[in-house]
């Protein structure tokens, strides 16, 4: 089940985030994440897009975990909800199995990108 913590902080100007305790989500269907989601994704039956979150802040992270080693079978397409990955304009397909890896929100320019590599 899903379930994050989030200590704030103020400098008296701005508001940001201290520390983070993601919490998991397993999902063997089409999923939509949220900020901080912890994804692991089963893919062993059919193929599966998770969509990222519509309106992401600068920093938003959603992590995919590859539950069952099969997104060289059956793909994980990571939808971008309008926002760019990487700069591109088209969903993420990962297709090699074992896969974990983390994206970060950037900007509207960059939009989502690896903060770990795959």
């Given amino acids: 089940a899903r379930g994050s913590t989030t200590l704030l902080y103020s400098d008296g100007t701005n508001v940001n985030k201290a520390m983070i305790q993601k919490g998991y989500v397993s999902t063997t269907t089409a999923y939509t994440a949220v900020a901080d989601d912890q994804v692991i994704v089963d893919t062993s039956s059919t193929a599966i897009t998770i969509t990222l979150p519509a309106s992401p802040s600068i920093g938003d992270e959603v992590s ?55």
């Fill in 64 to 118: 995919f975990i590859d539950g069952k080693g099969t997104f060289g079978s059956n793909n994980l397409t990571i939808g971008r909800n309008g926002q760019p990955i990487n700069t591109a304009t088209s969903n993420l397909t990962i297709s090699t199995n074992g896969q974990s890896f983390t994206l970060v929100y950037a900007n509207s320019t960059r939009g989502w990108t690896y903060k770990t590599f795959i």
